[in-house]
């Protein structure tokens, strides 16, 4: 087994005043340093987000997602500062509201200014 103290999502981009702007700003992640290729951000206590650059790619899955408390005042939030949330219609998932029910826990999903797909969750 692993024994890291911290898990690290890692996410690619392709401007990094963009994306620590959006990262910072909007969902509100704690700036911690950066180099000409990389932005750090805190989230919560431990958790963290590292930004990189690099050509633009394609992804189509969840590449992280956070966890909180209160889902329904976070996507409120979100959507006053203009995050657009993906609805589904139509599969294993169909949103109300935005959000989801993933068994006992909800979720929702919304992309960051480079087309990286991130969630919220609330168990």
């Not at 690619?12 to 910072?24: E, G, I, M, Q, S």
């Not at 976070?74 to 949330?85: I, T, W």
């Not at 294993?92 to 992309?111: D, K, N, S, V, Y």
Request: glycine share 8%; proline share 6%.
């Amino acid at each position: 087994m692993i024994g890291a103290t911290m898990v690290v999502a890692t996410l690619p981009v392709t401007d990094l005043d963009r994306a620590k702007a959006f990262y910072a700003d909007v969902l509100g992640l704690t700036f911690l340093w950066e180099t000409p290729v990389g932005v750090r951000l805190r989230c919560g206590d431990v958790s963290e987000v590292s930004l990189f650059k690099r050509p633009p790619v394609t992804t189509e899955h969840t590449l992280a997602h956070f966890e909180v408390s209160d889902i329904e005042a976070v996507v409120r939030d979100l959507e006053a500062k203009g995050v657009e949330f993906i609805d589904y219609t139509e599969g294993p998932l169909t949103t109300t509201g935005h959000i989801a029910q993933l068994g006992p826990a909800r979720g929702a999903w919304f992309r960051d200014p480079d087309g990286n797909t991130l969630g919220l969750r609330q168990a």
